[in-house]
């Protein structure tokens, strides 16, 4: 048996987690059954949610949830401005440009990977508790035009949250592996995935099982949230005019108009029009139909900016549209009608009498992929041994010349890994020390590109200006992650390189957190179980006073009777406190004060005579459903993991 | 391996006309061997050797299946430093405060004056919100006219990549020296017009 290795499409808006069964990717449902796990992360007095969960804290207390944070993956304060004005992100009161962020949350700081983290542990749990074992790895996906430093803060997250991420994996990349596992044809494919919180554009060639990304492009702010945010902009402003108040800094306003707004947004991909409908804090309503021609005419600034990336990708693919065999349409945002068009528009699919393919659910299809992508790497099965997936680094890497100018060593669209070698010398006599700045982009100069870290070449022994000849060996692995390595080449001496990476965390930090996330574990383990004894409590009461109406509960002897009062009397004083053992006690002693009421009751049915049942299975039968909250899977927290 | 240049990762002979279907193919085949996939499950000294592989295996068709990649990086083999000169070039200007400048070649004098004069007239037309139906026709049409160079320049070095390649064949010095030189004027030329195509394209796109 091959290793067990997952596959996770870590979204900005909704997370999933896959594996491939037999020959086929599946989605892992969470213990609720639902495969989404909103990408929210709740923190409140009574612990951490994560998921549908937390969004009901989202709901009621926005301030003490946070959704999108892959949004601010791999950034720091000036990179996020714009973010700030539409998403309610709390960050801490300190932070100076080139810090990694954090975020206020519950009287807590966190870094945007601990957020992913968090994520990513529940998707683990939701998979541990399927498989019933341990899950330690994943191929996790990745926005093909995510940067070094996204990616990077992408693998902390993983190790935070206790996940070995073997491979990060482009997601449209992904979806053309989930597309392609079963159709074993060639040709050119054009993946456009329009998600959440980015675009991607991807090129590739299939060719007997070979993935060949020919060329990538997108923008990694861009997506659904974008049209979100012009629809809430409007409603405000609209209230602010008819109704003559301004909710612009009301958090939970907002949260009701965002879900409002999204609402919409999605009926009005099936219908022609839709309603918003919110109530303000004085008790008003504000209501307003949107036709699908004004939401089109609205969003259509946002989804035009999909086409020069296309445009760009083609070009550097040297492809004509027509020369595009499959167009794979990914991503929540492209079941809107006039995404659709553009598409058809750009790759003059209809005009060739073809449509793009969206046969496989454009919210699941990433994940399947990555589950697909997980079976190459575990090399355990006859489905994927023919199957292997070439990328390429979506932006060039370069290093800073003379005058600010970029020089670049390996651009974009190159195969990973990839890697290039340069050379350095010294400026002035006796010089021991060279300073590297590299950075990610397609300008001119480095300060339009993204830095991505400085080197300082250390120990250079000390010779004539130029007369030192450095090799720098700069590779890009298959995760689209930068590894630097230096050699002075006259002495043959290894040159020390101290990295200062622009953005993100130092390994020291990563360590701390895994650390920090086990110590909040136990204290969160501990306050969902008092949650959940609670919500059970409430079960049962609720099942007992509705029991009381049904025609069994006369058959019960006085005893009895005070009985069951007793118990209830018990378990509705002890379920206030947060003894989680002490709340389990009363419920078992209320189950078993009950329990020949039930028997009574199945005995009364006319079909079931099914004895031995308690109070809640009873339950069951009266429509009543003992509902487990789904916060968590049962989680274990090993402490021999603790390192 | 990792002391081999490209032509030697393809087990292929120093020569400049190429089968990019044939290289495609053994590119896949080798890809298939070396792919960091494939040693998912192996040591760490293991996973770094076939990363090394790998991204070799990698730059070597990355270059070698771009005609002017390619014929760059033989020239570079054969001592030519290409970069090098064009770094200095860069340098020099800086140092000197002026803006970096190529020789022009000699054959495009005219042509590029006349450019030059015309591009400086559309920028002031430009500044001043002044219209000229006719010398942005003319713009365009000696865009065109580069921009064939550009086209023509690549059956050229067609023909410089068999003459290498007869030279190599015969292991005749002064015939592969000759097409060397070439070869390196044809560049700058091809880089030197392309560089032209950019700046007029960057005066008609302020339309």
New interface residues.
Partial sequence: MA?RIVGIDLGTTNSLVGFMQGAEPVIIPGEDGVNLVPSVVAVTPQGISIGNAARATLLASPADAVYSAKRLMGRDLTDVQDELKFFPFQLADDLKPGEVLRLKLGGREFTPPEISALVLQQLKKNAERFFGGPVTKAVVTVPAYFNDAQRQATKDAGRIAGLEI??LVNEPTAAALAYGLNKKRDGLIAVYDFGGGTFDISILKL??G?FEVIATNGDTHLGGDDIDNLLIAIALDDIAGDMQVDLRGNGEVLQALRKNVIEAKIALSANETAQLDVRLPDGRKYLREITRAQFEQLAAPVIARTAAPCRQALKDSQLAPEQIDEVVLVGGSTRIPAVRALVDEIFSLSARGRKPHTELNPDEVVALGAAVQAD????GSAATEEL???DITPLSLGIE???G?VAKIIPRN???????TEHFTTGVDGQTNVAIHVVQGERELASDCRSLARFDLKNIPPMTAGIPRIEVKF????NGILHVSAREQRSGQVAEIEVKPTYGLTDEQVETMILASFDYAEQDLANRQVIEARNEAETIIAAVEKGAAHPAWQQLTPEEFDQIADAREHLDEVKKGTDYKAIRAAIDALDRATRRFAELMMDSAVSSAIKGQTMQAAGDGLGVAPTAPHAFAPAEFEKEEKK | MTDSNYFAVFSLPRKLVLDTAALEKTYYAQSRKLHPDRFAATSVAEQEAALAEASRLNDAYRTLKEPIARTEYLLTLEGVQLEEQSKRATDAARASGAEKKQITPPDLLEEVFELNMQLEEMRMNRKMGEDDPQLAKDLASAKANFEGMLAATQTELEALWAKWDAGVDADDTTAKDSAKEKMVALLNKRSYVRNLVRDVNEVLEQE
Avoid: K
Avoid at chain 1, 376 to 379: D, H, P, R, T
Avoid at chain 1, 414 to 420: N, V
């Fill in positions: 290793e073997v491979r060719h007997e070979i190459i790497l575990a090399g292997l997936l070439l010349a003379l005058g100018v190159s195969t990973i890994p990839a890697s290039a590779l890009i692995d298959a």
